[in-house]
């Protein structure tokens, strides 16, 4: 009877945040909607992304999850979800995260080894789960072409190539 309880317990509490993941191609008046204002954050722009220029960064909280979102052309192009006390997300939390954000598509799940989980879509999007950063990160094909373009024009004017 116990097993039954928590197990229904679970199931509902997924289903019930399924609700509250992000997903690409919302725009900031959707994800307000969705968890309430945007609110201040330490972690402000997130690690990583503080000098990437095109994309403009909104920090979220729901429930015990800390949720960034940067939008490109005013849609979100890359999520990164955390726990509030910084712990690792389960499996079931990263499941139900690529489902809310699956935009009907199949997440694959990469089966090269690494330290980091990787799955894709074949729309070009990508999700990533960093078990150091216990944080999950979801980037739209256009936002992964534009950090690709910004990449090689700080690499071509840090170089200062003029002409060949």
């Given at each position: 009877m116990r097993i039954r309880l928590f197990t229904l317990s679970l199931l509902l509490s997924l289903s019930?945040?399924?609700?509250?993941?992000?997903?690409?191609?919302?725009?900031?008046?959707?994800?307000?909607?969705?968890?309430?204002?945007?609110?201040?954050?330490?972690?402000?722009?997130?690690?990583?992304?503080?000098?990437?220029?095109?994309?403009?960064?909104?920090?979220?909280?729901?429930?015990?999850?800390?949720?960034?979102?940067?939008?490109?052309?005013?849609?979100?192009?890359?999520?990164?979800?955390?726990?509030?006390?910084?712990?690792?997300?389960s499996d079931n939390e990263k499941a139900a995260i690529l489902e809310a954000d699956s935009a009907g598509l199949a997440w694959i799940k990469s089966t090269t080894p690494g330290a980091n989980e990787i799955w894709t879509r074949n729309d070009g999007a990508i999700a990533s789960y960093d078990t150091f950063n216990h944080g999950m990160t979801i980037k739209s094909k256009e936002y992964r072409a534009a950090e690709e373009a910004k990449a090689a024009a700080d690499e071509k004017a840090k170089l200062k190539i003029k002409d060949f």
């Open positions: 019930m945040a399924t609700s509250a993941w992000a997903r690409l191609g919302e725009t900031m008046d959707q994800c307000v909607a969705r968890w309430g204002q945007p609110v201040p954050s330490a972690d402000f722009p997130p690690p990583g992304y503080e000098g990437d220029g095109f994309a403009n960064f909104a920090t979220f909280q729901k429930g015990d999850y800390h949720i960034i979102v940067g939008f490109l052309n005013g849609v979100v192009a890359v999520e990164i979800i955390t726990k509030q006390e910084s712990s690792d997300l």
